[in-house]
């Protein structure tokens, strides 16, 4: 099977149109759809009672148990490749 990636738009009936030509032989296809989900910046005060609870993370092995379920949420911003970067920097003396 071979897969395409398309950009359309599912219109006021909810009829998906493809917004871009197709070069493809005639035949069955079987669709998914994906949607863009675009981000709102929202106030903090906004944030219901669920989104204040932080999530239990759980662990298979009981010696990390304490450690996960007690650790701090990670901030939103935050950038793995930029901490990386961050420690390499100040292991090597760069």
Request: net charge negative; proline share 9%; aromatic share 6%.
């Amino acid at each position: 099977m071979q897969a395409y990636k398309l950009k359309g738009k599912v219109d006021d009936a909810g009829n998906l149109l493809i917004t871009e030509a197709v070069k493809l032989p005639p035949g069955d296809v079987e669709v998914i759809v994906l949607q863009t989900v675009e981000l709102v910046a929202s106030s903090t005060d906004s944030k219901t009672e669920s989104q204040l609870e932080t999530p239990k993370r759980k662990s298979r092995v009981k010696a990390f148990q304490g450690l996960f379920e007690n650790a701090p949420p990670v901030p939103p911003d935050f950038d793995p490749d930029q901490a990386k970067w961050e420690y390499l920097k100040e292991k090597h003396n760069l």
